[in-house]
């Protein structure tokens, strides 16, 4: 298997698709907590799920959380289940993925956009792009 394997990227909008189409699915934003906080989080209330919120870094060191696949699995998220990665760009998300297919998830995708997207013009995120800019729900914690 390849450093890029994994099960691809979608957008916001065929995130919401897939987790609207597939009960099993689950969106998994790989954040921090300050970032979940400060920043606000998917709000999947509407299709009667919630979001799995398992950091991929360890804030304030921003290291690795070396229980990442575990604190998954201990959710109970089979290894069939369509996982859809979320972080703030899609940095993060992708090597979450990417990580979680290494290990025997079948499924794991990475929401190219993130929650906030890239910066704009004015140097600003959540504006241009991302779950935020296309409209989908979310709220603040």
């Known amino acids: ?49 919630e979001v799995l919120f398992v950091p991929w870094q360890i804030y304030p060191a921003m290291q690795g959380n070396p229980a990442f696949a575990d604190q998954i699995a201990s959710a109970g998220v089979g290894k069939d289940a369509k996982l859809l990665f979320l972080c703030r760009s899609g940095m993060r998300s992708k090597a979450a993925a990417i990580a979680m297919t290494e290990i025997g998830y079948a499924a794991a995708y990475n929401v190219s956009e993130g929650f906030e997207g890239g910066l704009d013009q004015r140097r600003h995120r959540g504006v241009a792009e991302g779950w935020k800019a296309a409209g989908l729900p979310w709220v603040q914690q």
């Open 1 to 49: 298997m390849s450093a890029d394997s994994y099960a691809g990227d979608v957008t916001p909008q065929e995130a919401w698709k897939i987790l609207s189409e597939d009960p099993d699915a689950v969106l998994i934003d790989c954040r921090t907590q300050p970032e979940w906080g400060f920043v606000g989080v998917p709000d999947l209330s509407g299709l009667g799920k």
